[in-house]
């Protein structure tokens, strides 16, 4: 790897104001991510968790290298390696492998609760580890949102779970709010882009032993499955990964994590425009409280009133 001049050049600082190129980061993200539930459906029935998980990482790492090789690297210490190869392994490889499976048996209603569990995972975590605290309106906001995702998985769960399906789905849950807090870690020293473009690859070499398996689906699967499996390497990671980064490195992780919980509801929207899935009527109030939710929990805290010294 090329070390970059200036090695001890510090991440951005972050923010709790409201700037546009977070917020458009952000946008980025939600829409990508959402899409994504979509095309894995559609995708599902011709590539297994794990071939599919591969060839999306195959199709980003490619994207990223390209992307990355003109670009300035910073060196890694031996710490931020470690931290890396952890967001590679749990949030690229075993998130990604987990959740496939996991949805194999947990109707998709179930699945959302469970997985919306991440913030509220990644808000704790971040509070302990990160020093960021618990600040009220994050606390609130967090809750109503994920009281939102609630209704949205009661209305559209299907009674259809398993004891395998529902750990399969808490393990992605959880290694998602572990590796989230380590990449805030390696964030304030390393780009954004470098830190997704290595753990790609750590998670891409990690899912190495699916080879066999996605050459003979490939081989057999229709041309719009294939399509599929390269939008989701670009679009939902390569891009959207490294706008999240970006996002991540410039305000706390408790905020940004609550802010996946617009992804079940824009997920909703957009099934029901290219899937056809009309959903249920309380799934859509769920959608409302959720985005109520993460509008709280961004708003933020009041400031202490500061008291005018006494003139001497």
Same mark, same amino acid.
């Given at each position: 790897m090329t070390?970059?001049?200036r090695p001890?050049?510090q ?19 939600v829409l990508a991510?959402a $899409?994504?539930?979509?095309? =894995?459906?559609f995708v599902?029935?011709d ?10 990482? /195959?199709?980003?790492a490619?994207a990223?290298t390209?992307?990355?090789? @003109? ?18 392994l749990?949030?690229f490889?075993?998130y ?6 996991g949805?194999?048996? +947990?109707?998709a209603?179930?699945?959302a609760?469970?997985?919306?569990? !991440?913030?509220?995972?990644i ?7 990160l020093g960021?605290g618990?600040p009220?309106?994050l ?6 949102a994920? !009281?939102?995702t609630?209704?949205?998985g009661?209305?559209t769960? @299907? ?6 399906g %529902?750990?399969?789905?808490l393990?992605s849950? +959880?290694?998602? !709010? ?6 805030? =870690? %390696?964030?304030?020293?390393i780009?954004?882009?470098q830190v997704?473009?290595l753990? *790609?690859? +750590?998670?891409f070499a990690? *899912? ?6 996605? %050459?003979?689906e490939v081989a057999?699967a229709p041309t719009? /499955?294939v ?14 990964? $490294?706008?999240?980064?970006y996002?991540?490195?410039r305000? $706390?992780?408790g ?9 079940p509801?824009v !997920?909703i ?12 009527l ?5 959608g409302?409280?959720?985005? %109520? ?6 708003r933020p805290?009041?400031k ?9």
């Amino acid at each position: 790897m090329t070390a970059a001049a200036r090695p001890r050049t510090q991440a951005p600082a972050p923010t709790e104001g409201l700037d546009w190129r977070v917020v458009a980061a952000v946008v980025v993200t939600v829409l990508a991510w959402a $899409s994504a539930f979509v095309v =894995i459906r559609f995708v599902g029935r011709d590539f297994s968790p794990g071939s599919l998980t591969l060839g999306r990482l /195959a199709v980003a790492a490619v994207a990223l290298t390209v992307t990355v090789a @003109t670009r300035r690297r910073v060196r890694l210490n031996r710490r931020e390696w470690g931290l890396v190869v952890l967001i590679g392994l749990a949030w690229f490889g075993i998130y990604n492998v987990a959740l496939n499976a996991g949805e194999r048996h +947990v109707d998709a209603g179930t699945a959302a609760m469970l997985i919306q569990l !991440a913030p509220i995972l990644i808000g704790v975590l971040a509070g302990f580890a990160l020093g960021e605290g618990f600040p009220r309106m994050l606390v609130v906001g967090g809750l109503v949102a994920f !009281a939102g995702t609630l209704l949205i998985g009661v209305a559209t769960s @299907t009674g259809q779970a398993d004891v395998t399906g %529902v750990l399969l789905v808490l393990v992605s849950a +959880v290694v998602y !709010a572990v590796a989230m807090v380590a990449q805030k =870690i %390696v964030l304030r020293r390393i780009p954004g882009l470098q830190v997704t473009w290595l753990a *790609c690859l +750590v998670g891409f070499a990690a *899912c190495l032993p699916f080879a066999g398996t996605l %050459v003979r689906e490939v081989a057999v699967a229709p041309t719009s /499955a294939v399509v599929g499996v390269v939008y989701l390497g670009l679009v939902p990671t390569a891009i959207a990964f $490294s706008t999240w980064a970006y996002a991540l490195s410039r305000t $706390s992780a408790g905020r940004l994590g609550v802010s996946t919980y617009v992804v079940p509801p824009v !997920a909703i929207a957009l099934a029901w425009a290219f899937l056809g899935e009309v959903p249920a009527l309380l799934a859509v109030l769920g959608g409302v409280v959720s985005l %109520v939710g993460v509008g709280i929990a961004r708003r933020p805290g009041r400031k202490p009133a500061v008291t005018p010294a006494p003139p001497v």
